[in-house]
Nanobody, 125 residues
Framework: QAQVVESGGGLVQAGGSLRLFCSVS??????????MAWFRQVPGKDREIVAS????????IYLDSVKGRFTISRDNTKNTVHLQMNSLNPEDTAVYYC????????????????WGNGTLVTVSS
């Protein structure tokens, strides 16, 4: 079962920046074969997808509210995914998760619908 470890979260003032890191313990062939994404969840709300990147890295898709502020990238040689977050605002406060997308890819990678612990991002006004 592949595991995901997210890090890089913290407390930042509005307008500030953070860079999130995700390390995946899957076999490199599996990691490089799936789309990866960053998600976020606020207590009481459903998890939402923030950004995704195709297996080759040539296509990225962003949630409208983060377009122009967030940048997703990946390194298939290191099984890592990054999320550069600029111009943060309080509405970006959430626990951020990294995982394969869609659910079928998560099943391929983990053998189950597995999620890591996430990393907490708090943006103060």
């Amino acid at each position: 079962q592949a595991q995901v470890v997210e890090s890089g979260g913290g407390l930042v003032q509005a307008g500030g920046s953070l860079r999130l890191f995700c390390s995946v313990s899957a076999h490199t062939k599996v990691f490089s074969a799936v789309t990866m994404a960053w998600f976020r969840q606020v207590p009481g709300k459903d998890r939402e997808i923030v950004a995704s990147i195709t297996r080759s890295g040539d296509t990225t898709i962003y949630l409208d509210s983060v377009k122009g502020r967030f940048t997703i990238s990946r390194d298939n040689t290191k099984n890592t995914v990054h999320l550069q977050m600029n111009s943060l605002n309080p509405e970006d406060t959430a626990v951020y998760y990294c995982n394969a997308e869609p659910s079928g890819a998560r099943l391929l990678m983990h053998g189950m619908d597995y999620w890591g612990n996430g990393t907490l991002v708090t943006v103060s006004s």
